[in-house]
């Protein structure tokens, strides 16, 4: 049953920890090993894109499992809920991570975030400054375009709308958008900079990381052509600031190697783990002071909406009946 987590290292005097993680080895396994060198403690990744936090679940007491690393403070949120978790209790990770990135409970602390922003045409689109409220205004009519409304992406944004203009308010601008969309939602964020380069829309919600991994896509080099035909705008930057979300790890309640979990967690907030965690999928660190990707910084500075994440993951129940009541997919009504 735990056969995935075999060791194929002879034992480190530091002994182990286990981590499951949604996060693709490629991002994680630099970090890894930075760990392993520093503290001699062997690092064992058990990967897949779904069904982590039932597995945890299922394998009970019995669970190899002493961390989680996930994306979204919604996951975050339900891993907490499913109870497989316990507190992270550590002071270095409060010195390191801002309370608004961190869960008051302790259920879960966030290690990297990204801006939900506007792919913008360079042909297309004049403006330099918009809102995501901006987006129901009639010049908009049939240039919007996005994936879909019930995407953890999107529910994000909705919420973080929910909590700013309250639920009425962000229910019409979820309607407005609809209405100004130039095609059904469908595809991932890199399919509407795509639609962008072909001229099917005009401007697009995206996270900021796509950007840089299409800048740098040597495997699919057109979408080095998609990237080239959008600029980044930041939502709300005289404002509150755009919405992010994060990147974010838990402790597993029946965390075998419990204390190793604490020290790879503290590690990760780290300046050093910042900075590289960050760096390899063209994310934002969430300790201040420190830098993205240059590729990211070229974008210009984002303004992050100070709104804490646990904050936003109250509302993404409502944010999600919004986009079925509205039929958001359903494209424009009106
Ligand atoms: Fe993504």
Redesign the pocket.
């Known amino acids: 049953m735990v056969a995935v987590l075999a060791p194929v290292a002879p034992a480190l005097a530091g002994g182990e920890v286990n981590i499951y993680s949604y996060r693709q080895p490629d991002l994680i396994q630099p970090l890894l090993d930075r760990f392993t060198k520093e503290t001699g403690i062997r690092a064992n990744v058990v990967t897949a894109s779904a069904g982590l936090e039932e597995r945890i679940a299922a394998e009970g007491e019995f669970s190899p499992a002493d961390i989680l690393l996930s994306?979204d403070v919604g996951r975050l949120e339900n891993a907490k809920a499913l109870g497989i978790t316990q507190p992270i209790e550590s002071k270095v990770v409060e010195q390191n991570i801002p309370a608004i990135y961190r869960d008051p409970d302790h259920g879960w602390v966030g290690l990297t975030m990204?801006g939900r922003v506007f792919y913008a045409s360079r042909e297309r689109v004049k403006e330099e400054k918009l809102s995501y409220e901006d987006l129901i205004r009639p010049e908009w009519k049939g240039r919007l375009c996005t994936r879909s409304g019930q995407h953890v992406?999107n529910i994000g944004l909705f919420a973080n709308l929910i909590a700013n203009d309250g639920v009425g308010e962000a229910t019409k601008i979820v309607e407005g958008i609809r209405d100004n969309l130039a095609m059904k939602p469908s595809g991932?964020?890199r399919a509407q900079a795509k639609a962008i380069w072909a001229g099917e829309c005009d401007l697009a919600l995206g996270?900021t990381?796509?950007v840089g991994l299409m800048e740098t896509d040597t495997r699919e080099p057109e979408q080095q052509e998609w990237a080239k035909a959008m600029r980044v705008i930041f939502p709300n930057s005289d404002g509150r600031g755009t919405e992010v979300n994060i990147s974010g790890v838990v402790l597993a309640k029946n965390a075998p190697n419990k204390a190793n979990a604490l020290k790879l967690i503290e590690f990760l907030t780290s300046d050093e783990a910042q900075e590289i965690y960050a760096d390899v999928n063209f994310e934002y660190p969430v300790k201040p002071g420190l830098k993205p990707n240059k590729v990211i910084q070229d974008l210009g500075t984002m303004k992050p909406d100070p709104l804490p994440m646990w904050e936003l993951a109250k509302y993404r129940k409502q944010a999600s009946e919004i986009v079925d009541k509205v039929d958001f997919d359903g494209g424009p009504q009106n």
């Open positions: 994306v990204r992406y991932d964020d996270n990381y796509y």
